[in-house]
């Protein structure tokens, strides 16, 4: 997994399966640029975990569903590490409720970082692709786009729609050699999962055929191999990681 010269951005790697990503990218050659919006300090921690395994790393802060922002990081990262080769649109959040009670403010907001903000991260990132005719792009779905889950409604439906919007993606710019793919966890040991409550982390649990929970590492190995000259083969397609739940 030889990624030696490239250029990585990670969105949401401050913690959880962004943060395993960063580092497992890191770990394979590529610069990273550390995404975060809240989490300063974590994400601080995790350029300097890159930086001590002989590394090349820097933070940026920008919420994905700004795009002002959106546009000032890309740039930021451009100048800081060179040409961005490879994109994970990872960052993601939860606002759970019932359909019937659910605010429009918490379908609106899931929908705008999980989906808007793949969008608009990918859209700045593009063109520098298309000119050089080479790209890796990485959307972190989740199994609930396929499975459906409730109380998640407005989740599901932002998961779901990163799956058709890569695949229409992947037919738009594969002839650019860029190649555009899904990677769906499971339930993985995160903070966003260990803010569930314990019986529904349970209910989760045991229908799990693997009887466990997946590393946010494991989700990591999968992203780096369809980064990789490994996949280069692979587009429009989506990686599932979740211990046979779906
Ligand atoms: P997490 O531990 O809650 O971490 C979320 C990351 O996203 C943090 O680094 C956070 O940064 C960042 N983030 C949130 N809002 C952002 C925004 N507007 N702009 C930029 N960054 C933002 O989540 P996780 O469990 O690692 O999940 C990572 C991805 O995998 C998400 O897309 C999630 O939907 C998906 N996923 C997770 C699971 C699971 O079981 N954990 C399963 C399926 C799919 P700050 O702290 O700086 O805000």
Redesign the pocket.
């Known amino acids: 997994m030889d990624l030696a010269h490239k250029v990585a951005l990670v969105?949401?790697?401050?913690?959880?399966?962004?943060r395993a990503v960063a580092l497992e990218l890191a770990r394979a050659g590529a610069a990273v640029a550390v995404?975060?919006?809240?989490?300063e300090g974590p994400?601080r921690e995790v350029v300097q975990e890159i930086e001590r395994m002989g590394g090349k790393a820097i933070p940026v802060r920008?919420?994905?569903?700004d795009p002002e922002a959106v546009a000032r990081g890309v740039k930021e990262v451009e100048e800081a590490l060179g040409a961005i080769d490879i994109l994970v649109n990872?960052?993601?959040?939860t606002r759970d409720g019932l359909l019937v009670r659910l605010k429009d403010e918490d379908w609106e907001r899931v929908l705008s970082?999980?989906l808007r903000?793949a969008f608009l991260v990918t859209r700045a990132v593009l063109p520098g692709m298309m000119k050089r005719r080479y790209g890796r792009i990485i959307n972190?779905s989740?199994?609930v786009a396929f499975s459906g889950n409730p109380g998640q409604t407005n989740y599901a439906a932002s998961?779901a729609g990163l799956v058709g919007f890569s695949r229409s993606l992947a037919l738009e710019v594969a002839r650019r050699g860029i190649t555009v793919n899904v990677v769906a966890?499971?339930?993985?040991e995160?903070?966003?999962?260990a803010a569930l409550p314990e019986k529904a982390r349970e209910a989760l649990l045991s229908r799990v055929p693997m009887g466990r929970a997946g590393t946010?590492q494991e989700v990591a190995h999968a992203v780096v191999f369809l980064a990789s000259d490994r996949a280069s083969y692979i587009t429009g397609t989506v990686l599932h990681v979740n211990g046979g739940l779906w």
């Open positions: 969105t949401g790697a401050s913690r959880g399966i962004g995404n975060y919006t809240a989490s994400a920008f919420d994905v569903a990872n960052a993601g959040i970082v999980n903000g972190i989740s199994v998961k966890p499971g339930f993985i995160t903070d966003m999962t946010p």
